[in-house]
């Protein structure tokens, strides 16, 4: 696969985050993102191969261009290949990473209290297969 596609690693049984996902879909600029559970063994390996531990699932990761984003750095990336108003974001660029992410802990700490969980992961429709990395 080209590093230069990237790939979003999220959390396949939290509701939060497969919403997440289908709005990114639905909303990009234009559709070239594939995607993977954390879960997955692509998703487990890509983490390994990052010096990230793959048990850490409470983290969106962003994988472009040779380079690993979690966090609300990986929103941040990934709300700049969206649609409008998406890319409005930036107006929190200027808060400290350190606060952006604590917010981004926060919400990923109590996202299955909050949101709810599935007991599997999440499984995109045919046309949206070739998306999937599995």
């Not at 299955?112 to 999440?122: A, E, V």
Request: glycine fraction near 4%.
């Amino acid at each position: 696969m080209s590093q230069s596609v990237p790939i979003l690693l999220y959390d396949g049984v939290c509701n939060l985050c497969n919403k997440s996902v289908q709005r990114v879909i639905k909303h990009e600029k234009r559709p070239l993102m594939k995607f993977a559970s954390l879960q997955s063994d692509f998703g487990q390996e890509q983490l390994r191969n990052f010096g990230k531990n793959p048990l850490e699932l409470n983290s969106l990761v962003l994988i472009q261009n040779g380079k690993i984003y979690k966090k609300s750095r990986a929103v941040f990336k990934v709300a700049a290949g969206m649609k409008f108003p998406y890319p409005l974001i930036y107006f929190f660029w200027p808060i400290p990473f350190f606060i952006r992410d604590w917010v981004y802990i926060l919400i990923a700490n109590n996202r299955y209290k909050w949101y709810g969980k599935q007991d599997q992961c999440w499984l995109p429709t045919e046309d949206l297969k070739s998306r999937f990395i599995s």
